[in-house]
């Protein structure tokens, strides 16, 4: 079984969004998948998206934080994601490949089904440089959880770490993406690492680029309608 998953929650983005990712993922992937969503509004979703509602268990806070949070981005802002991994599990079973709303996708994402399952896989921004020495909690992290792959269960172990000590980590941490960077990857020794990391031809990150076809399987940070 593959699934691909989007999240969308508050109203910087709407049913555009997942509708287009959906409407790019059947027009080139070869193969069979379902497509979900995770929302807190389901309305004009294309009828062939399973849309999942939005968790609102207090241990994420979703609606206590997302008013005061989202503008300015603090109190790890997009700790919504971290429910995919826990709290989906009989609907997230197989492969399961998150994109992120924003994400473009120009080719068929065969591959992404063909990665190698004793570690999930997500992307390093590998060419950041002095991320820790210039540190701040929004950008300097080197994970980016745009896309994810997993197996499973494979990812609930990120979500319990967050728990484990939630109002800590929500104050110093203002991203997933961020506290994955500093508490479960060693950059010494990649084979410590809770994650895998996707090749560079996967994709790419910028509003602004078009891609050459064939280039890269997605882009990122697409504003994709």
Known sequence: MINIITIKWGTKYDYRHPNKIYKDCKEK?????TFYCVTDNALDLDPNIVALDMPTHSNLNFYNYIDDHLIDKTL??????LYLFTDFEKEFNGTNIFLDIDAQVNEDLAYLTTLPDNKPWIIDMHWKTNWKENWDKLWNGRINSSIIVWRNSQCKEITKKVLENAKDNFDKYATIDTFMSYEVVDYSNYNNTFFDFLPAFVCCLGKHYTPIPGEFLITLWSNST
């Open 76 to 81: 790890m802002w997009d700790r919504p994601k």
């Open 29 to 33: 992937c070869s193969f069979d998948f």
